[in-house]
């Protein structure tokens, strides 16, 4: 399998952000629609796994897959386009604006919302047998994730919202080192193994990532979740939005910018005792 060292691996990353901000509306809402999509079908997969199995962390080791599949094809979601289209503003890339890169996130935002409330639908149309049924097990288990990750963080105050924040840095700490990753290797199987880590460690330690969100709360409304359209908004995908764009700002894609973009700076050793002159002593 082969590598690609950090230095050449930040340049192509950078080059990806500049492509993501200078594409037009309507391939960013296209790929963004099928991001979306892919992830949070991979998510409904996953608490599928993890009900019939009663096995949560087999949920988790199988979801990458959505994320797997997305990035292969090209497609976008919201989290990675935190890091892309930054980077390739700090390089100073020809077109790159800040206009550019809020207009790149907001059509991403779009179509990854479509993407993930289409599955939602489709989704609880299973799970309900077409609405003529109450949901079967999966149905009921996505309706309370919505309400432990609304109403659970808001019976906490301060301290609930601060933890749906750090949960949301963390998250797109993970996914957007995914991102990074995808680029790491120039082989399918390199590319695969190298996702996957990331991906699979937000989902089992329960990490909140704003499209996954756009998903499982639309589903927990349409099935009977005992929250709110106002619950959600505040109590969730509002700061998991910001949570995932700090994440990915702070831990990913700056620090990759500083130490690599930039150059590395070497320390100048310091003369060895042996090397220094000797100072002449003073006339008489």
């Given amino acids: 399998m082969t590598y690609v060292k950090p230095a050449e691996l930040v340049s192509t990353i950078i080059d990806a952000g500049a492509a ?9 809402i296209i790929r963004s629609i099928l991001g979306g999509a892919l992830l949070t079908l991979a998510a409904a997969f996953a608490v599928t796994v993890s009900v019939n199995t009663g096995i949560p962390l087999l949920g988790a080791l199988l979801f990458p897959v959505g994320f797997i599949m997305l990035y292969l094809l090209g497609y976008d979601l919201l989290t990675g386009v935190f890091v892309l289209a930054p980077l390739a503003w700090l390089d100073k890339r020809p077109g790159v604006t800040i206009g550019g890169i809020l207009r790149n996130w907001g059509l991403v935002f779009v179509g990854n919302l479509i993407g993930a409330i289409t599955v939602a639908v489709l989704m609880a149309v299973v799970v309900t047998f077409g609405f003529s049924d109450a ?17 659970g963080y808001a019976e906490h105050g301060f301290a609930g919202m ?80 910001v949570g995932n764009l700090v994440g990915g700002l702070v831990f990913t894609a700056i620090p990759l910018y500083l130490t690599y973009a930039r150059g ?5 050793p310091a003369p060895a005792a042996a090397d220094v002159a000797p100072a002449t002593a003073p006339a008489a």
């Fill in 135 to 151: 949901p079967n097990a999966v149905g009921e288990a996505i309706g309370h994730i919505g309400e432990g990750r609304t109403v």
């Fill in 162 to 241: 601060l933890t749906l924040f750090v949960r949301a840095v963390l998250c797109n700490w993970m996914v957007s080192t995914g991102v990074v990753l995808a680029f790491v290797s120039k082989d399918v199987i390199g590319k695969i193994i190298a996702m996957w880590m990331p991906i699979m460690l937000f989902f089992y330690m329960g990490f909140e990532h704003s499209i996954v969100n756009m998903f499982l709360f639309p589903s927990g409304l349409m099935l009977g979740g005992d929250f709110t359209i106002m619950d959600y908004l505040v109590w969730n995908e509002i700061p998991t939005v």
């Fill in 264 to 268: 590395s700076s070497r320390r100048t």
């Fill in 20 to 28: 993501k901000v200078m594409l037009s509306a309507r391939d960013t």
